[in-house]
């Protein structure tokens, strides 16, 4: 059952910040309530890291209580409030018109009621207000009463908050999975029919979206409802054309909770481990999402390096330790793992690679140089390819602990190459 939110059970910081711009909202008159995502997670027991909050107050108001502010979409009523060491999202009250780009409203009429704003918000749990100074909750669309059913249901009619912002179905998915709620069906039909509107969203609203539900438990729940709902394809354009079907989700439930981005888009983006076929379709859906270079890195690292671990079953030593250098490789390790549980197949030998990278030290995975270009130059061999295979020769020797000290690295190099 859902807790009544309150405000005792907000961290001292985020508690602090709310009292003292409630008190100041209200030395004009008005009263700020916390909105949206803080009180929806209070009444489930979670611990919120940021919050919002909402008033009559205009932005212009609110710039002139508060000395340190940042307009954020002053024209939709949002200002930035600095205030008490930390930063809230001030909205005003608010009701909207249409909203032709499937994103903004088309025009906005500021409200003075939390039922006006209410009937403008996506879904019922996104519609609780608590009021910082008095505790008293808000819940003019019966959020409470959905969250004690575990139920997610829109705001009034689910096709038309769907048509304002076609991201919707995909936060509904999110908010399915990281909190373990059930669509209502009313509400999982809208999102099937509005669906198309997905591919019309930019990319980096989806990867956010993304990176909220692989950042959250329940990864695997979220990604079988854009399934069953059709939004993988409008989000993802050509991600049902890759091979695993059922059983990515079964690898995405494997991943330990939460999976994190890069292990989340490994699974979800990448070819099944049968073979390689598919890595360029997954290669162009990761590039389509635009994410940091050091994702995308990461993660196509690390189906290439899952592809060698597969390739290799009695890899030595030398092998070993340098996939564990790879920028993939412990994403692909997930990968191994994940795929494994979901095909039933033994997973020892990854656990067993997992612990041995774990046993060791820095200077066992990248060990010092034994020998100097100097070295080399003594024996004639100067800047070239075989002085690049020659280290090479002599790092495996090293890694299979063959070759430990500077002197019997001189003295393999003296077999190796004797000096002219």
């Given at each position: 059952?859902?807790?009544?939110?309150?405000?005792?059970?907000?961290?001292?910081?985020?508690?602090?910040?709310?009292?003292?711009?409630?008190?100041?909202?209200?030395?004009?008159?008005?009263?700020?309530?916390?909105?949206?995502?803080?009180?929806?997670?209070?009444?489930?027991?979670?611990?919120?890291?940021?919050?919002?909050?909402?008033?009559?107050?205009?932005?212009?108001?609110?710039?002139?209580?508060?000395?340190?502010?940042?307009?954020?979409?002053?024209?939709?009523?949002?200002?930035?409030v600095h205030e008490g060491g930390v930063d809230v999202e001030h909205t005003t009250f608010r009701?909207?018109?249409?909203?032709?780009?499937?994103?903004?409203?088309?025009?906005?009429?500021?409200?003075?009621?939390?039922?006006?704003?209410?009937?403008?918000?996506?879904?019922?749990?996104?519609?609780?207000?608590?009021?910082?100074?008095?505790?008293?909750?808000?819940?003019?669309?019966?959020?409470?009463?959905?969250?004690?059913?575990?139920?997610?249901?829109?705001?009034?009619?689910?096709?038309?908050?769907?048509?304002?912002?076609?991201?919707?179905?995909?936060?509904?998915?999110?908010?399915?999975?990281?909190?373990?709620?059930?669509?209502?069906?009313?509400?999982?039909?809208?999102?099937?029919?509005?669906?198309?509107?997905?591919?019309?969203?930019?990319?980096?609203?989806?990867?956010?979206?993304?990176?909220?539900?692989?950042?959250?438990?329940?990864?695997?729940?979220?990604?079988?409802?854009?399934?069953?709902?059709?939004?993988?394809?409008?989000?993802?354009?050509?991600?049902?054309?890759?091979?695993?079907?059922?059983?990515?989700?079964?690898?995405?439930?494997?991943?330990?909770?939460?999976?994190?981005?890069?292990?989340?888009?490994?699974?979800?983006?990448?070819?099944?481990?049968?073979?390689?076929?598919?890595?360029?379709?997954?290669?162009?859906?990761?590039?389509?999402?635009?994410?940091?270079?050091?994702?995308?890195?990461?993660?196509?690292?690390?189906?290439?390096?899952?592809?060698?671990?597969?390739?290799e079953p009695r890899p030595g030593r030398a092998t070993r330790i340098r996939w564990m250098r790879r920028?993939?490789?412990?994403?692909?390790?997930?990968?191994?793992?994940?795929?494994?549980?979901?095909?039933?197949?033994?997973?020892?030998?990854?656990?067993?690679?997992?612990?041995?990278?774990?046993?060791?030290?820095?200077?066992?995975?990248?060990?010092?140089?034994?020998?100097?270009?100097?070295?080399?130059?003594?024996?004639?061999?100067?800047?070239?390819?075989?002085?690049?295979?020659?280290?090479?020769?002599?790092?495996?020797?090293?890694?299979?602990?063959?070759?430990?000290?500077?002197?019997?690295?001189?003295?393999?190099?003296?077999?190796?190459?004797?000096?002219?």
């Amino acid at each position: 059952m859902p807790r009544v939110p309150t405000m005792q059970d907000l961290s001292s910081d985020l508690a602090r910040g709310a009292r003292l711009i409630a008190a100041r909202v209200a030395s004009a008159g008005a009263r700020a309530w916390i909105v949206g995502g803080a009180p929806r997670d209070l009444a489930l027991g979670l611990a919120p890291t940021e919050i919002d909050m909402a008033s009559r107050l205009e932005p212009e108001r609110i710039m002139e209580l508060f000395a340190r502010t940042t307009p954020l979409g002053r024209a939709f009523g949002t200002v930035i409030v600095h205030e008490g060491g930390v930063d809230v999202e001030h909205t005003t009250f608010r009701t909207e018109a249409t909203y032709s780009d499937a994103r903004r409203p088309d025009a906005v009429r500021f409200g003075a009621s939390v039922e006006e704003d209410a009937r403008r918000r996506d879904f019922t749990c996104n519609a609780i207000y608590l009021d910082p100074l008095t505790d008293e909750v808000g819940d003019p669309t019966g959020g409470l009463a959905d969250l004690a059913r575990r139920r997610l249901a829109c705001v009034g009619d689910a096709r038309e908050r769907f048509r304002e912002d076609a991201l919707r179905p995909l936060r509904m998915a999110r908010f399915a999975g990281g909190l373990g709620l059930e669509p209502a069906p009313e509400t999982a039909a809208a999102a099937r029919a509005e669906a198309a509107g997905l591919a019309g969203v930019s990319r980096e609203r989806v990867l956010r979206e993304l990176a909220g539900i692989f950042r959250r438990r329940g990864a695997a729940v979220a990604v079988g409802w854009m399934r069953r709902c059709e939004l993988l394809d409008p989000a993802l354009p050509g991600s049902t054309r890759l091979a695993g079907g059922e059983r990515r989700e079964r690898a995405l439930a494997a991943l330990p909770e939460p999976a994190g981005l890069e292990r989340g888009l490994a699974l979800l983006l990448g070819p099944a481990p049968e073979g390689l076929e598919d890595l360029e379709l997954s290669r162009a859906l990761l590039g389509g999402l635009r994410t940091s270079r050091a994702t995308a890195l990461a993660v196509e690292d690390a189906w290439r390096c899952a592809a060698a671990m597969r390739a290799e079953p009695r890899p030595g030593r030398a092998t070993r330790i340098r996939w564990m250098r790879r920028p993939g490789f412990e994403v692909a390790l997930a990968w191994l793992g994940a795929w494994g549980a979901a095909d039933g197949s033994d997973a020892a030998r990854w656990r067993e690679l997992a612990a041995e990278r774990a046993r060791l030290a820095p200077g066992e995975i990248e060990p010092a140089r034994l020998l100097e270009s100097a070295d080399l130059a003594l024996h004639g061999i100067g800047p070239g390819p075989r002085y690049g295979a020659l280290l090479r020769e002599l790092e495996t020797e090293q890694l299979e602990e063959r070759v430990r000290t500077r002197a019997e690295a001189l003295r393999w190099l003296a077999q190796r190459a004797p000096r002219a």
